[in-house]
C-alpha cells in the first residue's frame, strides 16, 4: 500500500519460497484508487517452510527502509500480509500541541510528538506504537531543555528506525510544570514536604492526552503497544504507572529513577502491598541508573526493584531488563545517550514472526 504510484512498481526479495534477497519479483499493481494503490503477490510455500522473511523494492532497486516482514506459516491457512513501506524518508518530524488542559490538575502544558520517518510519506499506514515521554521540554532541543542538554531522542529513533533496529514509534512528550515534583510522585515526602499528585497526572494521560494523540495522529493505540517512560522523578511514576496500570501500559520505562521517595515507599509498599492485575500479561520493563553524581544511590535502589520484580512473575531479558551505566550521570545527557536501550528492549520482538 503507497500513496502514489511510484516509477517501475514493486518488486519483491525474501528468503524463501521461491524468493531470493539478489533479484525480486515483479509485483502486480491491482488498484489505482485516487491517493491509494495497492500492489500484491502470491507465493507458494512448501509445507515445511515455517517461516519467510520479506522487504519491497522500487523498480527492484530502491530498498524499503526499516526492517524486513516477517511472516510465520503455520501450514493451516494462506497468510496475508498488508505492508505499508517507505522508501525515500530518513528523518522522522516534531510537532507540537500547544497548551492543553488539565480538568485534573487545572493547568496547561505544551505537548510535542515526534512522527516517525514513514508518516508523512506513506500516508496510508495507521500507527500502533506511542511511548509518553516526561519532561517533554528536555528530549528534543536544548533550546527548549531546562539545562541547555536535551536527550536528542530523535537522532537514536531515526537511526534505529531507518536501520531497522528498532519499530517505529510515535514519541509523545508533555511537558512538565512548575509543579513536577507533586506531579511525577505518587505519594507525600514529609522529607521533600511534597508530592502526591502522581496519580491525577497519570488520569490525565489517560483521559485526556493518549485520547487526544488518537484523534490527532493516525493511530491505534492498544496496550501491548503502548509505553511510557521518563527519568529521575519521572522514571518513579512510571515505574509505578506500570505497576499499578498494568492494565494500562505494555512498555515501561524508568531511568535514574528516584526510588528513594519518602523513604523507598515504591521498594517498601507498592511492589509489597498492591498487585499488579493478574488479567494481562506482565510489561516489558527496562530500568537503569548511573553510578555518579546523584545517580550513585539509584544504581543500589535499581538493582533492589529489579530483583523483586524477576522474583514475582518477570524474566531477565525478556520482561524486564537492567543497565548500570558506569560513570553515568543524573543528567539528560547520560539519558540521551543510553535511550537506545530501552528502545531495543520495547523492540526486542519487532523482528520475531507473527501469524498474520
Same mark, same amino acid.
Given at each position: 500500500?503507497?500513496?502514489?504510484?511510484?516509477?517501475?512498481?514493486? /518488486?519483491?526479495?525474501?528468503?524463501?519460497?521461491? #524468493?531470493?534477497?539478489?533479484?525480486?519479483?515483479? &509485483?502486480?499493481?491491482?488498484?489505482?484508487?485516487?491517493?491509494? =494503490?495497492?500492489?500484491?503477490?502470491?507465493?507458494?510455500?512448501?509445507?515445511?517452510?515455517?517461516?519467510?522473511?520479506?522487504?519491497?523494492?522500487?523498480?527492484?532497486?530502491?530498498? &524499503?527502509? !526499516?526492517?524486513?516482514?516477517?511472516?510465520?506459516?503455520?501450514?493451516? $491457512?494462506?497468510?496475508?500480509?498488508?505492508?505499508?513501506?517507505? %522508501?525515500?524518508?530518513?528523518?522522522?518530524? #516534531?510537532?507540537?500541541?500547544?497548551?492543553? %488542559?488539565?480538568?485534573?490538575?487545572?493547568?496547561?502544558?505544551?505537548?510535542?510528538?515526534?512522527?516517525?520517518?514513514?508518516?508523512?510519506?506513506?500516508?496510508?499506514?495507521?500507527?500502533?506504537?506511542?511511548?509518553?515521554?516526561?519532561?517533554?521540554?528536555? #528530549?528534543?532541543?536544548?533550546?527548549?531543555?531546562?539545562?541547555?542538554?536535551?536527550?536528542?531522542?530523535?537522532?537514536?529513533?531515526?537511526?534505529?528506525?531507518?536501520?531497522?533496529?528498532?519499530?517505529?514509534?510515535?514519541?509523545?512528550?508533555?511537558?512538565?510544570?512548575?509543579?513536577?515534583?507533586?506531579?511525577?510522585?505518587?505519594?507525600?515526602?514529609?522529607?521533600?514536604?511534597?508530592?502526591?499528585?502522581?496519580?491525577?497526572?497519570?488520569?490525565?494521560?489517560?483521559?485526556?492526552?493518549?485520547?487526544?494523540?488518537?484523534?490527532?495522529?493516525?493511530?491505534?493505540? &492498544?496496550?501491548?503497544?503502548?509505553?511510557?517512560?521518563?527519568?529521575?522523578?519521572?522514571?518513579?511514576?512510571?515505574?509505578?504507572?506500570?505497576?499499578?496500570?498494568?492494565?494500562? =501500559?505494555?512498555?515501561?520505562?524508568?531511568?535514574?529513577?528516584?526510588?528513594?521517595?519518602?523513604?523507598?515507599? %515504591?521498594?517498601?509498599?507498592?511492589?509489597?502491598?498492591?498487585?499488579?492485575?493478574?488479567?494481562?500479561?506482565?510489561?516489558?520493563?527496562?530500568?537503569?541508573?548511573?553510578?555518579?553524581? !546523584?545517580?550513585?544511590?539509584?544504581?543500589?535502589?535499581?538493582?533492589?526493584? =529489579?530483583?523483586?520484580?524477576?522474583?514475582?512473575?518477570?524474566?531477565?531479558? $525478556?520482561?524486564?531488563?537492567? =543497565?548500570?551505566?558506569? !560513570?553515568?550521570?543524573?543528567?539528560?545527557?547520560?539519558?540521551?545517550?543510553? %535511550?537506545?536501550?530501552?528502545?531495543?528492549?520495547?523492540?526486542?520482538?519487532?523482528? /520475531?514472526?507473527?501469524?498474520?
Amino acid at each position: 500500500h503507497y500513496p502514489k504510484n511510484l516509477p517501475g512498481g514493486l /518488486a519483491l526479495r525474501g528468503d524463501s519460497c521461491g #524468493l531470493n534477497w539478489n533479484q525480486g519479483s515483479k &509485483m502486480t499493481l491491482v488498484s489505482t484508487d485516487s491517493g491509494h =494503490y495497492v500492489w500484491q503477490m502470491e507465493i507458494d510455500c512448501a509445507s515445511s517452510v515455517s517461516s519467510l522473511e520479506v522487504k519491497v523494492l522500487v523498480g527492484d532497486s530502491t530498498w &524499503m527502509l !526499516g526492517s524486513n516482514h516477517h511472516i510465520r506459516l503455520d501450514g493451516t $491457512e494462506k497468510p496475508v500480509l498488508d505492508m505499508y513501506p517507505w %522508501f525515500y524518508t530518513n528523518q522522522g518530524s #516534531l510537532t507540537t500541541i500547544s497548551k492543553v %488542559f488539565s480538568p485534573e490538575l487545572k493547568n496547561y502544558r505544551d505537548v510535542i510528538v515526534y512522527l516517525p520517518p514513514s508518516y508523512q510519506e506513506n500516508t496510508l499506514k495507521r500507527h500502533r506504537n506511542v511511548l509518553i515521554m516526561h519532561d517533554g521540554q528536555n #528530549l528534543f532541543d536544548p533550546r527548549t531543555s531546562a539545562f541547555g542538554t536535551a536527550w536528542m531522542c530523535q537522532d537514536t529513533l531515526n537511526e534505529m528506525i531507518v536501520t531497522g533496529q528498532a519499530d517505529e514509534v510515535l514519541v509523545v512528550g508533555p511537558y512538565n510544570t512548575n509543579d513536577r515534583t507533586n506531579e511525577y510522585t505518587y505519594i507525600y515526602d514529609p522529607s521533600e514536604q511534597t508530592g502526591g499528585k502522581g496519580d491525577l497526572y497519570l488520569n490525565w494521560l489517560e483521559s485526556t492526552l493518549i485520547p487526544l494523540t488518537q484523534e490527532k495522529f493516525r493511530v491505534d493505540v &492498544m496496550r501491548e503497544s503502548l509505553g511510557i517512560l521518563g527519568s529521575s522523578l519521572g522514571g518513579l511514576i512510571s515505574c509505578y504507572a506500570g505497576w499499578t496500570r498494568t492494565q494500562v =501500559y505494555g512498555k515501561v520505562g524508568c531511568m535514574s529513577s528516584s526510588f528513594w521517595w519518602d523513604d523507598n515507599n %515504591f521498594q517498601k509498599d507498592v511492589i509489597v502491598n498492591r498487585s499488579m492485575n493478574a488479567t494481562v500479561a506482565v510489561p516489558v520493563v527496562y530500568m537503569d541508573s548511573g553510578t555518579a553524581g !546523584g545517580d550513585g544511590s539509584c544504581a543500589v535502589y535499581t538493582s533492589q526493584v =529489579y530483583d523483586y520484580y524477576l522474583q514475582h512473575g518477570f524474566t531477565a531479558d $525478556e520482561t524486564a531488563f537492567k =543497565y548500570v551505566d558506569q !560513570g553515568g550521570e543524573h543528567n539528560e545527557a547520560s539519558w540521551g545517550k543510553r %535511550f537506545h536501550l530501552p528502545i531495543a528492549a520495547f523492540s526486542a520482538d519487532h523482528g /520475531a514472526m507473527v501469524t498474520v
